[in-house]
DNA sequence: CGAAGGTGTAAGCACTCGCTTACAACTAGT
DNA sequence: ACTAGTTGTAAGCGAGTGCTTACACCTTCG
């Protein structure tokens, strides 16, 4: 999988070794499953390493989560960003490997620790992403709730593998969705104005 | 917390009181976060009992599901299950102690061995109850994606405790949610029958 | 009564966890 | 070449895990 011969003192590279490895286990068994051990073994890399950069396995928890959110949300137009996400929770399940950066999420927020730096990166890119797409007055509660349905459909779908959800054709899954969250985010609190 | 003076010798009342505390644990850590020795303590009994009674700690988790969706589901019609299961979730939460029962299952789905329980016990239950909401072709389908809606709630508000979801007025999150449900239930896959 | 079996308990086994420590190996600056 | 600082490694600490075992207690029935 690594393409050089040995990696020698490089800790640039090594870091980013740490940071690949964290990422992929995080989304494969979330953040109480993964243990510091599997992640330097799957990086070529010494455990106490991990520790020496990141200090802690919450901090790794947190720049794996900065470094892929970062990736899907910055750069983008926010109005894909539902669509993106479902795309990558409809397609990535099933076959192998790949997971979608979204599952470190599902997988790991039961987890205090994973929690809490959930909170704080969820509440500042990706609720803020979709409340620009309404202009309710109760635009980041809305948001919320796309964000949750989007979550629970990664929960039900690519965690938890339950049919028919699982084995469901993506577009008809995607045609629901999007009508439901379209009439959710039409503007209702100023019932009749026209 | 325990009424009577010491129980004595009594193997159902020890098999309740099992079942009771590691239903409250359950609810509030999830699986994996829950040991054995916090519901034998609990439950005011040595841990050696819990195996005699249960097994294992997998099979506990099975008979507490069985337990409290047997509660919730069973003997209710199915109208009033959506909105049963939102209730608890926006009511339980926040304040003290109680948690609703499906927040054992929203805290312990990404254990694979919790997962393999939650998968039948859901099927069989939830998904079920739900597909007679709609009488579209897709049913079981819709109704995956309803509890998907639910249980993302629950995981964003309950567990997360992500603002501003969770702070949120219930019934402001229950009108939008109950409109999305019943337009997402409403028959589409016949497009003009009229 | 005295054996039988259900019920409860203390102790511990074998293992894994996150994290630390002591030390070796290499590189760079002078 | 010699030192100083960075990078890498092996070993292990202390705490906790699910589960088992050996044994004491209490009740019941012949």
Chains 1, 2 share one sequence.
Do not use: C
Request: net charge negative; proline share 4%.
């Amino acid at each position: 999988m690594t393409g050089g011969p040995r990696r020698k003192r490089d800790s640039a590279a090594t870091k980013e070794a740490l940071l690949q490895a964290a990422s992929a286990l995080f989304a494969e068994r979330g953040f109480s499953a993964t243990t510091v051990r599997d992640v330097a073994t799957r990086a070529g890399v010494n455990q106490a390493l991990l520790f020496r950069y990141f200090g802690s396995k919450q901090e790794l928890f947190a720049a794996v989560l900065d470094h892929n959110s970062t990736e899907l949300i910055a750069g983008q137009p926010p109005e894909g960003l539902p669509r993106r996400i479902l795309d990558g929770l409809l397609s990535a399940d099933q076959l192998s490997g790949e997971e979608h950066p979204i599952a470190a999420m599902l997988r790991s927020y039961s987890d205090e620790r994973a929690a809490h730096v959930l909170r704080e990166e969820l509440g500042a890119r990706y609720t803020a992403g979709l409340a620009e797409l309404t202009d309710a007055e109760d635009a980041e509660l809305r948001a919320d709730l796309v964000l949750a349905w989007l979550f629970g459909i990664g929960m039900v779908r690519s965690v938890l593998g339950k049919s028919p959800l699982a084995q469901a054709d993506p577009d008809a899954v995607a045609r629901h969705v999007t009508r439901g969250i379209s009439v959710l985010l039409e503007r209702t609190d100023l019932p009749d104005e026209r």
